[in-house]
């Protein structure tokens, strides 16, 4: 499908989050380099796209693609992502922006993000997406409550992966206290 796109690149974007999340670094590592490669990533792409690839980069700790898109998303990151001319919206890109942040170690300016985020998620009704950045806040400041708190917001809405990954982290921070 990909091969066949006008723009294969914005479809290895998503391969690109899909071996990160899921474990594979190298073939991950292998396509980011393809499309930050030369002019394949426009700085005219679809937010969605530039998003999701943000998230990637975050899972795999790569500042330099880190760089590269923290300067297209943030000057936005008032702003919603939307696929399909708004048919499907993936939540306030402050978060995605925070994520790239925490990867350039702006740990600071990560939380506001993430707080941000969490509130503007809230506010349009994208509470899975707000579950999903509490659990992200409760990582990077390594709060236990907070963990917990996002594990409970996500299991109501069944993202369970989201669930238990705050757990863990929750779990985690319990025994680093030790």
């Not at 290895?12 to 991950?28: K, P, W």
């Not at 330099?64 to 919206?89: K, Q």
């Not at 669930?163 to 319990?174: C, K, V």
Request: aromatic share 6%; charged share 20%; glycine share 6%.
């Amino acid at each position: 499908m990909a091969a066949a796109s006008a723009e294969p690149w914005a479809w290895l974007t998503v391969a690109i989050y899909i071996d990160a999340a899921g474990g594979r670094e190298a073939s991950a590592r292998a396509a980011l380099a393809e499309v930050l490669s030369g002019t394949n990533l426009p700085a005219t792409v679809n937010w969605h796209v530039a998003a999701e690839l943000s998230e990637a980069v975050a899972i795999l700790g790569d500042r330099a693609a880190a760089a590269r898109l923290y300067t297209m998303l943030a000057p936005n990151a008032r702003l919603f992502p939307v696929v399909a001319r708004g048919g499907i919206c993936i939540g306030s890109a402050q978060y995605f922006v925070a994520r790239l942040a925490s990867t350039l170690g702006r740990t600071d300016e990560a939380e506001l993000r993430l707080r941000r985020a969490i509130t503007e998620n809230l506010r349009i009704g994208a509470a899975p997406r707000a579950a999903i950045a509490l659990s992200r806040l409760g990582e990077l400041t390594g709060d236990r409550a907070t963990l917990l708190e996002a594990a409970a917001r996500a299991d109501a809405f069944e993202m369970h992966g989201v669930a238990q990954r705050a757990r863990a982290a929750a779990h985690a921070t319990l025994a680093y206290a030790s």
